[in-house]
């Protein structure tokens, strides 16, 4: 990659040449990359005809890219200061746009987004909206002002600004009293950093393990141990500098993974292999296909028959706690009567399962029969029109439905403007010039991703209403009983005949989001080399996002915690160290916590969104656009941001104790953002204004950041 | 290029164009004002731009329902304005910030020029 020892240019026009010819020496390395790449694809296709088994491909893919991204980081390894935290601050515009893309292209965006289309229709678009929205915020108010600034972290920026003295030289101003003060609001800013970073980096992790276990077989924490040992490889050597490098390379195996088999799938069905344009020739006769599948009269049966069975839970539900004695009673006595006329060894098998998983207590068999009539309902209901916003029943439910939506696209804009790993990028490109354009880069990087998912999420849903659709169940296509036996405890797709006609009916499917982009190069009938470069799409994507959260809390650690606070006299050489034994330490914690399947965590990654636009957001952007905001006002502004949104989630979140009941204006709990940031906003106005001014090291800070580069 | 990690900016010391002394304590004012005019535009460049994203994606959803009736393209027009309309204005909304800033920039550096 790029030589350590790079002379430093003495003078501007050096400096721009230099640039330039670094920019021209990269290009052509990812070039290279990229024509290698579509070799191993060829070479791997033409392997699979002559007949090397699926098993083996998948292994190919998994460790051909781990080694890769291993290799990337082990050739740009450095304990360069500036190198291991911000790159050197020379990444250019384009290739720093694709790492902040491959940065926030998570596993959560790459697999499970198309699928959430698919499901949800027209509701699932504010996440499209919402999560490209976030980067105008990061564009016009916080990207060239913290690329102004010039140091290393965010906590950095928020501790200089609400302290009044920058940086290392606190005794010139400010004294003792105001370090004090900006190592509160330091304090602050990396516990915020780390929350947000933590539940996101496990979510990651879990997501590597989960890939890595359905494409190769291996166990699934052996998957997650395998992920991390690449993202170690990777951060803990360079840090900043090689996973910039890792993050190009992984951006452009997304985009191909994603592209290949959406392209294919768009020239099947509409004839012009442009997804995001095809699409809307499908969209209308999809609308004639939903509507003709609600007004089937075997589609209504089935229906019919998931009404029947909520109502029997509701029956159960409403005969507590007899109803659950009874049941435990009836429950033996299916399987005594299976044991006593020596039925076959399933049937007694099936009759003891359902045996042991009776609810044991009656709370327990409340709780349970609600989710399970609540599901069977959801069932019974016919689908939605896709591309209608806000169906409902009434006028009210309609609002109440919008104005989720926009609840929603507020959180995800506001939060995304407050992510330490994406704004950690802003540190980066040579100028702030350089900054405003890398984000342009980075939103047109990860709209080539976002414009393509709603696209797929329509041709497929039209393939499945269609073709599947009325098959015969002797003749399911491969993929479904495929995808039905990956994960049999928790079966990605299944398909029983509810009605007993032989004939699949929409309502009889239950597919999971996940499936969908795993699954399309098999809908779209593309061989398995395909399949398998999707997984590696979805594994790089989890990677990238993992190794930007990873280094953004270490080095929240090691630079604010360790350095500014605890040992301001540290070395270079022991901060660089110091970072990388951190990163190790909370790899581990991350994979050891992604390991025990939480699910509760996994939940709460949406709610990051909202924690970190109400937390981080206001402070941020005051401390750039109002002079008068104060260390008092910031510190009382994180605070009551994030009490406010952690406080709205608790209330309102049936899983963490709340209930659904208590929300204010109907806003459903995973939005708390939207009313935790305007709460934040406020409190940071209303105390800066009560107490007095900020220093003049202060204004001084802030009068620099806004200034033209010169 | 790599900047050491105490030399932070120190806005309490003043900018070289600042200190140039009494012969400068002109220009220095002068600097001040272009300084002080290129943040005022910058200002209503923010705002101008902020409104426009506000509008596209309130608007877009406040409406939806209004405007699902109108097509392009067989689009019904909200869903192509969530789908892909909107995110192609944020994007456009981000280029046309960091052209005229880097206009803006360029103007700023003549006038110091002028000044100097």
Known sequence: MNKPGMP????????????????????????????????????????????????????????????????????????????????????????????????????????????????????????VMGWTGGYCLVALLIAPYLRKFAQYTIPDFLAARYNGNAGGNGSANGGGRGTGRGTAVRAMAVGATIVVSFTYVVAQIYAVGLIASRFTGVDFSVGIFLGLASILVCSFLGGMRAITWTQVAQYIIILVAFLIPTMWLSAKFAGNPVPQVAYGSVLPKLAQREAQLALDPREQEVRAAFRARADGYAARIDGLPHSWEAGKVEAQRRLDVARSRNASLGEIRTAERDLLSYPRTADEAARLWTEERAANLARAQPPEPHADPFPGKTRE?????????????????????????????????????????????????????????????????????????????????????????????????????????????????????????????????????????VAAGGLAAALSTADGLLLAISNALSHDIYFKIVDPGASTQKRVTISKLLLLAVAFIAAYVASQKPADILSLVGAAFSLAGSTLFPALVAGVFWKRANHQGAIAGMIGGFLVCLYYMLHTNPMLGGSADAAWFHIAPISAGVFGVPAGLAVLVAVSLLTPPPSNASRGLVEHIRAPEQ | MPIESTAAPSPSSPDPDRAAGAAGAATGARIAAARARHWARTRRLTVILLVLWLATWFGTVFFARDLAHLSVFGWPLSFYLAAQGSSLIYLAIIGAYAWRMRVLDRRFARMLEDAA
């Open chain 1, 397 to 533: 439910e309609s609002d109440i439905r919008r104005n989720n939506f926009l609840a929603l696209v507020f959180c995800l804009m506001f939060g995304t403007a407050a992510l330490p790993h994406i704004l950690m990028r802003a540190y980066t490109t040579p100028s702030v010039h350089e900054t405003r354009v890398s984000v342009f880069w980075a939103l047109f990087f990860i709209l080539l991703i976002y414009l393509t998912m709603p696209a797929l999420a329509v041709l497929a849903k039209y393939d499945i209403y269609t073709s599947l659709v009325g098959t015969h169940f002797s003749s399911l296509p491969t993929w479904v009983s495929y995808w039905a036996n990956v994960d049999k405890a928790n079966p990605l797709i299944s398909i029983v005949d509810v009605n007993g006609d032989g004939i699949v009916q929409l309502a009889e499917i239950a597919i999971d989001g996940d499936v969908l982009t795993l699954a399309t190069p098999e809908i779209g009938g593309l061989p398995y080399v395909i399949s398998g470069l």
């Open chain 1, 8 to 127: 430093a240019p003495s003078t501007t026009a050096d400096l721009k040449q230099d640039n330039r010819r670094y920019f021209r020496r990269l290009s052509r390395y990812y070039l290279w990359f990229t024509a290698c790449l579509a070799l191993f694809l060829v070479a791997l296709g033409i392997l699979e005809r002559e007949g090397m088994p699926r098993q083996w491909i998948g292994h190919l893919y998994m460790f051909g890219t781990i080694v890769l991204y291993a290799t990337i980081g082990v050739v740009a390894r450095t304990s360069n200061v500036s190198e291991y935290y911000v790159a050197g601050r020379r990444v250019p515009a384009l290739f720093n746009g694709m790492a902040t893309a491959a940065d926030w292209i998570s596993a959560a965006s790459f697999i499970s987004l198309a699928g959430t289309l698919y499901l949800h229709g027209f509701d699932a678009l504010a996440y």
